[in-house]
Nanobody, 117 residues
Framework: QVQLVESGGGLVQAGGSLRLSCAASGSIFSITGMGWYRQAPGKQRELVAAIRGGGSTSYADSVKGRFTISRDNAANSVTVYLQMNSLKPEDTAVYYC?????????WGQGTQVTVSS
C-alpha cells in the first residue's frame, strides 16, 4: 500500500511560479514511476509530467520548457516535485499525483492550481 500526500497548489498570476509536492510513503519499493496529471473543468485528465524509476522524464508538449519534474528519495519515502514556471491561465486545473507499480496505480487527492490573467 502506498500513500500519497500532495501540497503546493494555490492562486498565482500569469507568469508566476508554483511548486507542487507529492510525498509517497508505505510500500515505496514497489513504485515503478510517478507523475503529475491535471484535470480542468469539462476536460479529461491529462498527463503533465512523469518520472520513471531510472530517473528518465517526459512532459506534455504544452508544458515543455516551463515545468520540471524531479524526485527526492529518502529511506522511507519518495517525494516528487513539479516546478511550474511561466504559468498561464490555461494551466488552471486540479493537479493529481500518481504512483504506478507493476500491477497497480494510485492517485493523490488532488490540489487546485489557479492562474489568473
Amino acid at each position: 500500500q502506498v500513500q500519497l500526500v500532495e501540497s503546493g497548489g494555490g492562486l498565482v498570476q500569469a507568469g508566476g511560479s508554483l511548486r507542487l509536492s507529492c510525498a509517497a510513503s508505505g510500500s515505496i519499493f514497489s513504485i515503478t514511476g510517478m507523475g503529475w496529471y491535471r484535470q480542468a473543468p469539462g476536460k479529461q485528465r491529462e498527463l503533465v509530467a512523469a518520472i520513471r524509476g531510472g530517473g528518465s522524464t517526459s512532459y506534455a508538449d504544452s508544458v515543455k520548457g516551463r515545468f520540471t519534474i524531479s524526485r527526492d528519495n529518502a529511506a522511507n519515502s519518495v517525494t516528487v516535485y513539479l516546478q511550474m514556471n511561466s504559468l498561464k491561465p490555461e494551466d488552471t486545473a486540479v493537479y493529481y499525483c500518481n504512483a504506478q507499480g507493476i500491477y497497480w496505480g494510485h492517485w493523490g487527492q488532488g490540489t487546485q492550481v489557479t492562474v489568473s490573467s
